[in-house]
């Protein structure tokens, strides 16, 4: 059975950093985009960053872009997002996915696995 689980999120002040880590099992991801989505309470679950199979290649949302990081670690099958100088509007459940078939996309139906979210609160 596939299996993401996700963790490091936590209550932080505005200004502050959190690394989020997301945990794969069942399965190797390496050939896999894995990505990082946030939804905050009321709204829909929005697209935050991807990273591809190899790691080579990264896109951001333009909310996010120049403080966070995505990464991986596939000899672990683990992603990270590493998040920096974070703003209320960061405050969001955060859920990594990953995608077997499509490469760098940003649309939730393109992926075909979800980790249970983990929740990141940002205090002003």
């Known amino acids: 059975q596939v299996q993401l689980v996700e963790s490091g999120g936590g209550v932080v002040q505005a200004g502050g950093s959190l690394i989020l880590s997301c945990a794969a099992s069942g399965r190797t991801f390496s050939s896999a985009s894995m990505g990082w989505f946030g939804q905050a309470p009321g709204k829909e679950r929005e697209f935050v960053a991807v990273i591809s199979g190899s790691g080579g290649s990264t896109y951001y949302s333009d909310s996010v872009k120049g403080r966070f990081t995505i990464s991986r670690d596939n000899a672990k099958n683990t992603m990270y997002l590493q998040m920096n100088s974070l703003n209320a509007g960061d405050t969001a459940m955060y859920y990594c996915?990953?995608?077997?078939?499509?490469?760098?996309?940003?649309?939730?139906?393109?992926?075909?696995?979800w980790g249970q979210g983990t929740q990141v609160t940002v205090s002003s």
């Open positions: 996915a990953a995608a077997a078939k499509s490469n760098l996309v940003t649309v939730t139906w393109a992926y075909d696995y």
